[in-house]
């Protein structure tokens, strides 16, 4: 687990609910502080949908951070900024397959859980923390420092300055 300060927090809000960035990651939740306080479940309600949209779900248990990125971006945007948000996002099962297999750790994919990114903004800027959830026990670290350093090289492909905590 690492914590990485965001130097441009314009830059990384930016790429977070306009560009593509997380995109592909999975949102478990969010929580939005603004006039009101509003939480979000990104957990897929399958008695909203028909059985034809179900399947393009691909039998996932949690939305795509582009499939709620409008909602969350028509809540914020306006004149004044949110007085604090955090966000969890989980590494979506096929980016965790491949991360697994990379990173020459003796895990499985199966002993794996979740890879999260967490994200949070309030009054003392912004946060970036890693964490991982694996579920057999190992002294191995490999795993947990791959994915590490995997959100340090994505800081780094979208330009975002990070200086670790």
């Known amino acids: ?46 008695d909203w949908y028909t059985n034809e949209e179900l399947e393009a779900f691909e039998g996932r248990r949690l939305a795509k951070w582009k499939e709620i990125k409008p909602l969350a971006f028509e809540m914020i945007k306006g004149k004044r900024t949110p007085l ?3 966000m969890i996002f989980e590494l979506n099962e096929t980016q965790l397959t491949k991360l697994v297999e990379r990173s020459g750790s ?11 990114v967490h994200v949070k903004f309030d009054k003392n800027g912004l946060n970036v923390i890693t964490g991982s959830s694996i579920k057999v026990f190992s002294m191995d670290k490999s ?9 340090k090289l994505m800081m780094k492909k979208y330009q975002i300055a990070a200086v670790e905590a």
């Open 1 to 46: 687990m690492i914590a990485l300060n965001i130097q441009d927090v314009k830059k990384f809000t930016s790429e977070l609910f306009v560009h593509e960035m997380f995109d592909e990651f999975l949102m478990s939740e969010m929580d939005i502080a603004m006039a009101q306080s509003i939480h979000i479940d990104g957990s897929i309600n399958k």
């Open 84 to 86: 604090a948000f955090k």
């Open 106 to 116: 003796s895990f499985k994919p199966t002993d794996v859980n979740g890879l999260y």
């Open 143 to 151: 795993l947990e420092h791959y994915w590490d350093d995997t959100v």
